[in-house]
């Protein structure tokens, strides 16, 4: 596991906020997949030992929550709410205007390794449907032209890169 | 009769301009105040005043706070945990985000003065993964409160320490039911836990009698312990006390969040005067009044019974937009009051397709541990699947009501209720639309058709 020195010593702190090491679980892997992009294959073992667990106990975690992913995404994640109050107001077709501007299909890296296009469950701001998360930017009211101007955008920063 | 005015204690700074999320701009609008009262008088008579005010519980199930309080274990010796439940996800529900979002310091002051009446040293606030922003701001206000000594040691001088810790989540929809929420807070997969005997009360958080309370609720405890008991309960009607923040989502021209005191707006004036009403040339056809799992409600079905008003029993004859939007009216017509998320469904919506989306929704959220909800939730989801994406057979009603009805009071928690309740509400309103359904398919879809699954 190689960790930003900065990501270490927030390790460090944040397994003092709780009575029990355990408790850190959750909070160290968001912190190793912020650092890394996702969870690669010995985190478990790392996080085990750091909080004194079997690695069971943390792969369990690790494969029990949706945000926690094992493999490596595109650069950006384009998170499209599915649920009720978004698909009535075309959540579906916002999805499908995100696969065809990155030429993906949900949950595949583009060919160009730009984005992952996932659909999530409900992101509780069901008043501005249909919303999409895009990192860890809300996009509010994205409907299929907000959704191609979203996509230009991330293909103009890819450009300058 | 029109619809009353809005009536705004919890959301009376959301959105207004020049209102920002940090403490000088709390403190401006009379912020930690209520605080610094509170911390001089008995933590006794606070909790007395929140028994008086007749608080319920604002994340879903409606619970009265006073009483959940009261069952707290202050004899083991053990310390007493406080937990937030900010971990915001009922489909149709979004009033916590604003709360969290733009004005922290309310949820923050809210939370220590419950604390100090409980004697709570260490609280945790259990925010959904999905609000990286949310948890960063709230993580900003806690260390500004700590600076201004409304958070930590020693505050205010008074001898009481307390520490707030913001907790993520990671995207599950069970860490919403308390037992599973402090079961992730442990670290572990958040399995609800078996009540009798993990009350939380009583065996919480580490073993320890441990508090969770929904965000809003927090924040009504502030109005109570500023304004009293006695004067929040004459906010509303008795039973259904202090003011309601309703969620409105789906088809109508103005969605958006509604704090209304409770009991004193029906259906029709919420959708119909505060929402704008239906789209231009649509129809109301159905409503869902309190988060996806409660129970639907079909626009022209009637509901008749009788009802207290005071001390008498007086008949009612409603239809769906004469019904008082408080817990107690929805639960009489078979519904919920829930969590205040209202959803939408005008009359270009198929019931079949609605309802195999919200079947998606509980199927991947189920956290799998009792068979007849992860059995079930997932059959509920292929059944609907099937008959929207491949064959729809006559029988498919009765065959999902089949599996639906073996499902509640046969699991550890709620999940078992609320995942069924759907599919059965669902049918038992528009059972002549599933019934339908294969003669639908044969017509084609209009162009600007939404998909819904």
């Known amino acids: 596991m190689n960790l930003k020195p900065e990501t270490l010593s927030k390790i460090d702190e944040v397994i003092t906020h709780y009575p029990t090491k355990r408790s850190a679980t959750l909070p160290l892997l968001h912190l190793i997949q912020e650092d890394v992009g996702h969870l690669p294959p010995d985190t478990s073992e790392w996080v085990a030992a750091k909080l004194e667990l079997q690695p069971i106990n943390v792969l369990e975690v690790i494969t029990f929550y949706p945000m926690f992913r094992q493999k490596p995404i595109g650069r950006r994640h384009i998170k499209v709410c599915r649920t009720l109050s978004c698909a009535l107001l075309g959540g579906y077709k916002t999805c499908a205007a995100f696969e065809k501007e990155f030429h993906t299909h949900l949950g595949e890296v583009s060919p160009d390794g730009e984005v992952t296009v996932d659909f999530v469950e409900c992101l509780a701001s069901c008043g501005t449907a249909p919303v999409v998360m895009i990192d860890d930017e809300l996009h509010e009211k994205v409907d299929c032209a907000k959704a191609k101007q979203l996509s230009d955008q991330i293909k103009a920063e890819a450009k300058k890169r | ?453």
């Open chain 2, 1 to 453: 009769m029109p619809a009353p005015e809005q009536h705004r204690i919890i959301f009376k700074h959301i959105d207004e301009p020049g209102y920002t999320n940090d403490i000088g701009c709390y403190l401006r609008n009379g912020g930690y105040e209520v605080l610094k009262k509170a911390v001089a008088r008995k933590p006794e008579d606070i909790i007395d005043e929140v028994k008086k005010s007749g608080l319920r519980g604002r994340g879903g199930a409606g619970f009265p706070c006073g009483v959940k309080w009261g069952l707290v274990d202050r004899k083991s010796g053990k310390p007493i945990y406080l937990i937030v439940n900010a971990d915001e996800s009922e489909p149709g529900t979004f009033k916590d985000r604003y709360i969290m979002h733009q004005d922290p310091h309310q949820l923050i002051e809210s939370t220590m003065i419950s604390c100090f009446a409980n004697n709570v040293k260490q609280a945790y606030i259990y925010i959904r993964g999905e609000m990286p922003h949310g948890a960063r701001i709230l993580e900003k206000a806690i260390a500004e409160a700590r600076v201004a000594n409304f958070v930590g040691p020693n505050i205010l001088g008074t001898g009481y320490s307390c520490e707030i810790f913001v907790h993520r989540g990671a995207g599950a929809y069970i860490c919403g039911e308390e037992t599973g929420l402090i079961e992730s807070l442990e670290g572990k997969r958040a399995n609800p836990r078996i009540k009798p005997p993990y009350f939380p009360a009583v065996l919480g958080l580490y073993q320890c009698p441990t508090i969770v309370n929904n965000v809003e609720t927090l924040c009504h405890v502030k109005y109570i312990a500023e304004h009293g008991g006695a004067e929040y309960a004459k906010i509303g009607t008795p039973g259904n006390t202090g003011t309601r923040i309703f969620c409105v989502s789906g088809h109508v021209q103005r969605p958006g969040y509604y704090e209304f005191p409770a009991g004193t707006i029906t259906m029709g004036q919420l959708l119909n005067e505060v929402c704008g009403g239906p789209l231009p040339g649509r129809k109301f056809k159905a409503v869902i009044p309190g988060g996806s799992s409660a129970k639907i409600l079909r626009f022209g079905e009637r509901f008749k019974g009788k009802r207290k008003v005071g001390t008498e029993l007086v008949d009612y004859d409603w239809g769906v937009e004469d019904v008082p939007m408080d817990f107690d009216s929805l639960g009489m017509i078979g519904t919920m009051g829930g969590s205040g998320g209202v959803i939408v469904m005008d009359d270009t919506v198929n019931m079949v397709e609605a309802l195999a989306n919200i079947n998606a929704f509980y199927s991947h959220e189920s956290c799998g541990q009792c068979t007849p909800c992860r059995e079930g939730s997932l059959w509920m989801k292929k059944i609907t699947s099937r008959m929207v994406h491949g064959q729809a057979r006559n029988e498919d009603a009765a065959l999902l009501k089949s599996v639906a009805d073996q499902i509640p009071g046969r699991t550890i928690c709620a999940f078992g209720e609320a995942c069924s309740w759907p599919t059965q509400s669902f049918i038992a309103k528009f059972g002549d639309e599933f019934k339908q359904y294969p003669e639908t398919k044969k017509t084609a879809k209009p162009a600007d058709a939404v998909a819904l699954v």
